[in-house]
């Protein structure tokens, strides 16, 4: 980061950081700005630094990859503002195939989506001022209102009944099990929650006296010993989906409309998820909405590398 005063002195850096500076005013005015790939963080940590600066900086590139990769180096360029740069992930599936998009996928879709709608400055879920997301995201609708599904959020000393907990967790689309083993998991022993939040490299052990969380610690996965304290609980859900009675409801009056999918259709009619269900969102949510719509109006939207992004597009 020391090096961003002299690269932010070069005239084109310099023209670009000011052209975010006279926003509004040229809100729809688009710029080009030729440079190596390698400064390309340090360029966008310049705008982000800019007085003003943008809402959101909307970072899009070609692939997932370079998404994260671009991620990890913007953080090292504006280490201030790293808890507030995140990855928007597009699907590993097609929308329309039978397959469902992994449970940590959507988990940090939805965390991003949740900070976007309600970001709460004191806990995981503060405001971001940078997202990054692969072209693939961009394109893809999302289902309206994924941003005010509520994360399961605990914290020690914070009362809360352990039934309605694992409540909400299993309407969260958790999966209740005997021993937590994979991302989505939760278990109840006694007055014991373990949850392995999809966005999370190790499960959190919940310990309840009463109905007072008295400790959230990590633990290992491998043979279960609990590891240092944890600052608390965030678990966002784990599908676009949820099977909340609305949801159920059209799927039900769906079965003699799509007979090719009935049998989809009932299971989930009566509550139970079903592998590629996400391909249904277009008919069971309410509406879709284009994920710029959700971005804000204030957002300063960059395409990286422009000509592989429209060609992956």
């Known amino acids: 980061?020391?090096?961003?005063?002299?690269?932010?002195?070069?005239?084109?850096?310099?023209?670009?950081?000011?052209?975010v500076r006279a926003r509004p005013a040229?809100?729809?005015?688009?710029?080009?700005?030729?440079?190596?790939?390698?400064?390309?963080?340090?360029?966008?940590?310049?705008?982000l630094g800019a007085d003003p600066g943008p809402g959101l900086l909307v970072v899009v590139t070609a692939t997932g990859r370079e998404a994260d990769d671009l991620a990890i180096s913007l953080r090292?360029?504006?280490?201030?503002?790293?808890?507030?740069?995140?990855?928007?992930p597009a699907w590993e599936t097609l929308p329309h195939e039978r397959l469902s998009p992994r449970s940590d996928t959507v988990a940090r879709r939805l965390s991003v989506l949740r900070r976007l709608s309600h970001p709460d400055p004191d806990g995981p879920g503060g405001p971001l001022r940078v997202v990054v997301l692969p072209v693939r995201a961009l394109l893809q609708p999302v289902v309206d209102g994924l941003g005010e599904l509520e994360?399961?959020?605990?914290?020690?000393?914070?009362?809360?009944?352990?039934?309605?907990?694992?409540?909400a967790l299993t309407a969260a689309a958790y999966t209740r099990v005997d021993m937590v083993e994979r991302r989505g998991e939760f278990a109840v022993r006694g007055g014991i929650l373990d949850v392995f939040p999809p966005t999370d490299d190790h499960p959190l052990r919940v310990e309840f006296w009463g109905d007072q969380v008295e400790e959230i610690r990590w633990f290992?996965?491998?043979?279960?010993?609990?590891?240092?304290?944890?600052?608390?609980?965030?678990?966002?859900?784990?599908?676009?989906?949820?099977?909340?009675?609305?949801?159920?409801a059209r799927a039900a009056a769906l079965v003699d409309e799509l007979p090719g999918i009935a049998d989809m259709l009932v299971r989930l009619a009566e509550g139970i998820a079903v592998e590629g269900m996400e391909s249904l969102a277009p008919?069971?949510?309410?509406?879709?909405?284009?994920?710029?719509?959700?971005?804000?109006?204030?957002?300063?939207?960059?395409?990286?590398?422009?000509?592989?992004?429209?060609?992956?597009?």
């Open 76 to 88: 090292s360029w504006a280490p201030a503002h790293a808890d507030a740069i995140a990855v928007l």
């Open 283 to 313: 008919v069971l949510g309410e509406r879709m909405l284009p994920l710029l719509d959700l971005l804000g109006d204030d957002a300063l939207l960059v395409l990286a590398d422009p000509q592989r992004v429209r060609r992956l597009a």
């Open 151 to 167: 994360p399961v959020a605990l914290r020690a000393g914070q009362d809360a009944d352990l039934g309605q907990v694992a409540e």
């Open 220 to 248: 290992t996965v491998a043979d279960q010993r609990s590891l240092e304290a944890a600052d608390g609980l965030w678990a966002p859900p784990c599908r676009e989906i949820l099977l909340t009675e609305a949801v159920r």
């Open 26 to 47: 040229a809100r729809d005015a688009e710029l080009d700005l030729v440079a190596p790939a390698g400064v390309r963080p340090a360029i966008l940590a310049g705008l």
């Open 1 to 19: 980061s020391g090096l961003l005063p002299l690269i932010s002195a070069d005239r084109a850096v310099a023209s670009a950081v000011e052209s």
